[in-house]
């Protein structure tokens, strides 16, 4: 993901791929695909991985995908009021 791009594509994009690769049989952990998704976001978003990810012994794709949703949301508000 570049900085800037929007992150329901990126999302969308990833789920995408993940589907792609079940169909061919490539079985990836609910918790491995967690953790690419975190890596594969821009480094705009390093802070609120290092959130995320402190002091989880598990990840929910659907929990960190609500956090990062509400981080984009904030942090949108945000530079349009600056």
């Known amino acids: 993901m570049e900085d800037g791009a929007n992150l329901m594509e990126h999302l969308n994009v990833f789920k995408g791929l993940l589907d792609q690769l079940g169909r061919v049989d490539v079985k990836i952990e609910k918790e491995d695909q967690t953790l690419l998704l975190l890596t594969s976001l821009s480094d ?6 290092t959130t ?4 989880k012994d598990t990840l929910q794709m659907g929990e960190v995908e609500s956090a990062l949703l509400s981080y984009e949301k904030t942090r949108r508000k945000v530079e349009d009021n600056s």
């Open 52 to 55: 995320v990810l402190y002091g």
């Open 44 to 49: 705009s978003f390093e802070h609120m991985v």
